[in-house]
Nanobody, 128 residues
Framework: QVRLVETGGGLVQPGGSLRLTCTAS????????IGWFRQAPGKEREGVSY????????DFAESVRGRFALSRNTVKNTVYLRMNNLGPEDTAVYYC?????????????????????WGPGTQVTVDS
């Protein structure tokens, strides 16, 4: 099992930036990907981005592409989600998740079912 903790959420004004951190511990040697998801009030949880453990390649949902960026520190088992030019539509609880599955297509890592372990989430609120 992999344990995950998200930090870095908070209140930010429209147009501002935040950096979320996902720290993994436990059986991290069997991870294939770390994903970020978000759930806005009254909406279903949606995939935001993921980073593949093997080579660090990443992808993003269309709604955040060009505004969000991923990076990682493999020594610290940490993944960072940098969020720029935030708008009210980005307000949500953000979750990171760990996948211990090797999937046929990387695009599947944008789906909740691809993940085995989840963090408790961190609230991001974009409001003036």
């Amino acid at each position: 099992q992999v344990r995950l903790v998200e930090t870095g959420g908070g209140l930010v004004q429209p147009g501002g930036s935040l950096r979320l951190t996902c720290t993994a511990s436990g059986a991290t040697q069997v991870l294939y990907a770390i994903g970020w998801f978000r759930q806005a009030p009254g909406k279903e949880r949606e995939g935001v981005s993921y980073i593949r453990n093997r080579d660090g390649s990443a992808d993003f949902a269309e709604s955040v592409r060009g505004r969000f960026a991923l990076s990682r520190n493999t020594v610290k088992n940490t993944v960072y989600l940098r969020m720029n030019n935030l708008g009210p539509e980005d307000t949500a609880v953000y979750y990171c998740a760990a996948s211990r599955r090797l999937l046929l297509s990387d695009s599947y890592y944008m789906n909740e079912w691809a993940y085995d372990d989840w963090g408790p989430g961190t609230q991001v609120t974009v409001d003036s």
